[in-house]
C-alpha cells in the first residue's frame, strides 16, 4: 500500500495568462525534472473556427516548494500539424524523455473523422533547446494501428531499462453505440512495444491487453505510467466505464495501480495506490492522468480532477509504501 | 529503339454490358489483378454501388473469372464481395480498394487499401490482408486494423499496394502520400511509390525511399506499382498523373510508365518504352491507368483502366515483342 500527502490542486487554469485563444484545459501533465525545478508540460485548449477544440502543448516550471509557477509558457511548444496528418487536430498528451543532449517528446496526435470522433497515433518530436521547441522527426506517427490494435493508439508513456525503450501506450479495441450515448464510444486498453533507438519500435504482443479489467470487457484503460521504485515498477493508470462516463461520477475515471519485477507481468491492485478520491474540491468525482516521477529522492504522482482536467492539475507525494 | 507494343484488345469487362448487377455493383471495374487458376483466370476488381446522400461512394472487391483459353469470355462472376467493409472506425470502414491478390501454396492472400474518412480531408488509407481457403471465392481480414500503416515520412494514403513473392521474400510496392494541400476548395493529395518487403507478409520492412524519379514534377501522383519478373529483370508498369485539374483535363490525367530493375531495390524510369497509351477515341481516349500485368501460357498479358479509372470497366491488351 502506497501512502501519498496530496499537495492539492497546484495549478489552475486562469492564475496566468497560457497564450492567445487558451481557453481552458491543463491534461496530463507529464515532468521533466531540470535540476531545482521542475518543468511540467501539459496539454491546454484553443478553440477553432468550426467551434471544436484543439489540444496545445504549454508548461509551467516549480521548485520543491510547488507555490506558485516560477515561469508559465504562453508559446507554441510544438507547432500544429499539417493537413491530413494524424495530429493535425493537437496532441495530447506528450511524454518526455531525455535522451543525451536531446528532449524526445512522445507524442498522442489526434485526427478527427467522418463517423466516429477521432483516432490517434503516436509520434516524436525532438527538442535541441531543452525543451523549450520541439520539432517533429516527421510528419508520421512512429506507432499506429495494426492488425490486431485497429485504431486509438496513443497515451504513450516511454522508460529506458535493461538497455532498451520500453513503451507504454494504449489501443482502441473498437467502436460501440450504447443506449443513453448520442454518439459512439471507444474502447481501449494498455499495451507494451520495445524499442532499441526510442524510434523504430515493435509491439510486444499485437493485440493483447496487459492488464486485467475490472469493469468487464468494456473497461476503458488510459494514460499508463511507470516508475521503478526498489526493486519493482509501479504502473499507475486510469479507467472508466465505456459509457456515461462524462458527467456521471460513478463510471467516470478513476486511478488504476499495477506493480511488476520484469516490467512484463503485471499484478492490478488499485487499492494499493492508496489516493482516493477527496470528500470534496478538485478531485472529489473524478481522478485521470496520472504520471509519475522521482525528483532526487522524491516520489510524485501528477494528475488530473473533475471535468478531466478542465480546471488545472494537482500533485501527491510518496510518503511511503507498506509491503 | 521500341523493343515491345501492347495490343490493345478492347474492353473486356464492360459493365454496362451486364444485366441485373446487384446493388454493391452499380459502376466502376477498377484495379483489376488476375490469378490464374486450372481452367480460368480470376480477375478481381473494385466496383462501388450508387454513392450515398453526400456523393460520397465506398468500394468493393469483387472477381470475374475469364476461359483461360479465350480471355474474353466471361465464364463466371463473384456472387457477393469477396469480404466485408470494416466495422465502425475501423481503417476499411468506407472501402476495399485497391486489390492485389496472389496464390501461395492452396491460399489466396489480398492486400487491400482500407478507406476512412476524415474530417479536414476526404478519406486516409492504410493497407490491410485477409486470406481465402475457397481458393479466392471468400476472403477473411487476418485482423480488424491495417497490416502496413502509416510511419514517419509515410504521413497519410498508403495504399495501392501490389504484392509480390520472390523467393522467400514478400515484397509490398505501394503507394505512400506526402502532402495534401487545398486547390479551389477541394483537398488535393501526392503520393509517390514506395515497396517494403517481408519474411512472411506479416512484418514489414519499408525501404523509406521514392522507388522512382518525378517526371511532372514534385507534385506528380504516382499509383499502382505492378511488377512482373521476366528475362532475368523486374518490370514495372504503373500509373502517374498530375495533382490537380487532373479530373476532366485529359493531358493531366493518368498514363502508365514503365521502369526496370534487377533487385527490386533500384529502378530505371523510362517511360517511352512503356508501350501504351490512350486511344484517338472510346473508353480509353483520356486515360490509361492502374496497370496489371502477367503471364499465362506463354504471352503476357496487361489489364488496364481507361477514362474515369475504370467508370466502364477494364480492358485488355497482349505484349507484342519481348520485354528484356
Redesign the interface.
Known amino acids: 500500500m502506497m501512502r501519498w500527502q496530496p499537495l492539492g490542486q497546484i495549478f489552475r487554469v486562469g492564475d496566468q495568462s497560457l497564450g492567445e485563444g487558451i481557453v481552458s484545459h491543463a491534461q496530463s501533465p507529464q515532468a521533466l525534472v531540470m535540476g531545482d525545478r521542475v518543468r511540467i508540460y501539459f496539454s491546454t485548449r484553443r478553440q477553432s473556427t468550426d467551434g471544436k477544440f484543439l489540444s496545445t502543448i504549454r508548461y509551467a516550471e516549480f521548485d520543491k516548494t510547488f507555490a506558485a509557477p516560477l515561469q508559465v509558457a504562453t508559446h507554441e511548444v510544438i507547432a500544429p500539424g499539417?493537413?491530413?496528418?494524424?495530429d493535425?487536430?493537437g496532441i495530447f498528451p506528450m511524454n518526455m524523455l531525455r535522451v543525451g543532449d536531446e528532449i524526445y517528446a512522445y507524442t498522442s496526435g489526434w485526427?478527427?473523422?467522418?463517423?466516429?470522433d477521432v483516432?490517434m497515433?503516436i509520434g516524436?518530436a525532438i527538442s535541441h533547446d531543452g525543451g523549450v521547441h520541439f520539432e517533429r522527426?516527421?510528419?508520421?506517427?512512429?506507432l499506429?494501428?495494426?492488425?490486431?490494435?485497429?485504431?486509438m493508439v496513443g497515451d504513450p508513456f516511454v522508460l529506458q531499462a535493461h538497455a532498451q525503450f520500453h513503451m507504454w501506450y494504449i489501443f482502441?479495441t473498437?467502436?460501440?453505440?450504447y443506449d443513453g450515448s448520442t454518439q459512439?464510444e471507444?474502447i481501449y486498453k494498455i499495451a507494451h512495444a520495445l524499442s532499441d533507438d526510442g524510434?523504430n519500435w515493435r509491439k510486444l504482443n499485437?493485440?493483447q491487453a496487459i492488464i486485467p479489467s475490472v469493469l468487464g470487457d468494456d473497461e476503458c484503460q488510459a494514460l499508463p505510467t511507470v516508475l521503478r521504485i526498489g526493486a519493482r515498477y509501479h504502473m499507475v493508470f486510469c479507467y472508466r466505464y465505456a459509457s456515461d462516463f462524462r458527467t456521471n461520477p460513478a463510471r467516470g475515471y478513476r486511478l488504476g495501480y499495477a506493480h511488476s519485477t520484469d516490467l512484463v507481468h503485471w499484478t492490478r491492485d488499485d487499492a494499493a495506490l492508496g489516493l482516493p478520491l477527496s470528500t470534496d474540491g478538485w478531485d472529489s468525482s473524478m481522478q485521470c492522468y496520472p504520471h509519475l516521477f522521482a525528483w532526487d529522492t522524491d516520489v510524485y504522482l501528477l494528475y488530473n480532477g473533475n471535468h478531466f482536467g478542465r480546471d488545472g492539475f494537482g500533485l501527491a507525494r510518496l510518503e511511503g509504501i507498506d509491503e | 529503339m521500341v523493343q515491345w507494343q501492347w495490343e490493345k484488345r478492347g474492353l473486356v469487362f464492360d459493365v454496362q454490358a451486364l444485366p441485373n448487377r446487384p446493388e454493391w455493383f452499380d459502376a466502376f471495374a477498377q484495379a483489376p489483378n488476375a490469378i490464374v487458376l486450372n481452367d480460368r483466370v480470376r480477375v478481381y476488381f473494385c466496383c462501388r454501388p450508387k454513392a450515398d446522400a453526400h456523393g460520397m461512394f465506398v468500394s468493393y472487391g469483387a472477381y470475374v473469372d475469364f476461359d483461360r483459353r479465350d480471355l474474353t469470355r466471361i465464364i463466371g462472376m463473384a456472387e457477393q464481395p469477396i469480404m466485408p467493409l470494416g466495422g465502425l472506425g475501423m481503417f476499411d470502414e468506407f472501402g476495399t480498394y485497391p486489390i492485389s491478390t496472389i496464390k501461395d501454396g492452396d491460399d489466396v492472400y489480398a492486400y487491400f487499401g482500407g478507406w476512412t474518412r476524415g474530417a479536414s480531408v476526404p478519406f486516409n488509407v492504410s493497407i490491410g490482408v485477409a486470406k481465402s481457403r475457397d481458393g479466392g471465392v471468400q476472403f477473411e481480414k487476418l485482423g480488424p486494423g491495417p497490416v502496413l500503416g502509416h510511419a514517419l515520412d509515410e504521413p497519410f494514403v498508403v495504399t495501392s499496394p501490389k504484392i509480390r513473392k520472390y523467393g522467400d521474400t514478400w515484397w509490398l510496392i505501394y503507394t505512400a502520400g506526402t502532402r495534401w494541400f487545398m486547390h479551389e476548395g477541394r483537398a488535393e493529395i501526392v503520393y509517390k511509390l514506395r515497396a517494403a518487403h517481408s519474411p512472411d507478409g506479416l512484418n514489414w520492412t519499408r525501404l523509406g525511399y521514392n522507388l522512382l524519379p518525378d517526371k511532372l514534377g514534385p507534385d506528380e501522383a504516382q499509383a499502382c506499382g505492378d511488377v512482373l519478373f521476366h528475362n532475368g529483370a523486374y518490370h514495372m508498369f504503373y500509373c502517374y498523373r498530375e495533382a490537380t485539374n487532373f479530373r476532366h483535363a485529359k493531358d493531366r490525367t493518368y498514363r502508365i510508365g514503365y521502369a526496370r530493375s534487377t533487385d527490386m531495390l533500384h529502378w530505371e524510369r523510362d517511360d517511352s518504352k512503356a508501350g501504351i497509351d490512350i486511344s484517338p477515341e472510346g473508353w480509353d481516349s483520356d486515360m490509361v491507368a492502374y496497370p496489371h500485368v502477367f503471364a499465362l501460357d506463354g504471352e503476357i498479358y496487361m489489364l488496364y483502366l481507361g477514362n474515369e479509372v475504370g467508370r466502364a470497366g477494364f480492358g485488355l491488351a497482349q505484349l507484342k515483342g519481348s520485354l528484356a
Open positions: 499539417a493537413l491530413g496528418t494524424f493535425e487536430h485526427s478527427r473523422r467522418k463517423s466516429v483516432d497515433q516524436l522527426a516527421g510528419p508520421g506517427p512512429i499506429g494501428p495494426s492488425l490486431h490494435e485497429p485504431c482502441g473498437g467502436w460501440q453505440h459512439p471507444r524510434i499485437d493485440g
